[in-house]
């Protein structure tokens, strides 16, 4: 019931590498950004029957792991990479995917990805028997340069070129983010304005 009411949510594609130097990729939709100053972000990782999944113990015993961003063109590989390989299987090789290396941790970003969060864990809370939400610092951030406009040294994103996509309700909808409309946020004094003007 909640993963089919609390949607559209973005989908972090996480790399993490075991201690024997093993890579692992899987996605997560429970993710989000959740500060700037530092930059932080967390992911839920649920529960899987018998042992835990190899992205929590990577991240667990490792404290590491890079966070790529799901383009549309890259659904295919992504769903690939969902698959209940065992340990010992590099899902980034079994998808075809390229990786390139990170610069401050272990794990490895995935080349064809526009957007990737190389993190540091800060926070590890178990919040259920097998289940555990993680909170990283960003320590770089890589952008493909096709996702960048405007002035080269205070890029901007272009939301467009990025064409992410974000799960939905159910076991395999998904959507794309480029059905979007704009609001401005409103002012405090323009409401005063407006309500004593229709007093």
């Not at 490792?62 to 961003?69: H, K, P």
């Not at 926070?123 to 080269?152: C, E, F, K, R």
Request: aromatic residues 6%.
């Amino acid at each position: 019931m909640l993963a089919s009411t609390i949607m559209p949510r973005p989908i972090a594609w996480v790399v993490t590498r075991a201690p024997d130097g093993c890579v692992n990729a899987a996605p997560y939709s429970f993710f989000n950004m959740f500060g700037s100053d530092d930059p932080v972000i967390a992911l839920g990782i649920l529960a899987r029957p018998g042992s835990p999944k190899d992205t929590a113990a990577n991240i667990r015993d490792t404290g590491e792991f890079v966070v790529n961003l799901v383009p549309f063109d890259l659904v295919a590989a992504m769903n690939a990479t969902c698959v209940d390989a065992p340990p010992e299987i590099d899902e980034l090789a079994y998808a075809g995917l390229a990786t390139l290396p990170s610069v401050a941790i272990a794990p490895p970003r995935i080349a064809a990805s526009p957007v990737a969060f190389e993190c540091k864990l800060t926070h590890l809370l178990d919040t259920g028997p097998g289940q555990s939400l993680v909170v990283g610092q960003i320590l770089h951030a890589h952008y493909a340069q096709h996702v960048l406009i405007g002035d080269p040294q205070r890029p901007r994103v272009d939301h467009a070129a990025l064409d992410l996509v974000g799960r939905m309700h159910g076991a395999s909808a998904y959507t794309r983010t480029r059905d979007l409309f704009d609001l401005d946020r409103p002012l405090w004094q323009d409401a005063k304005i407006t309500s004593t003007t229709a007093l």
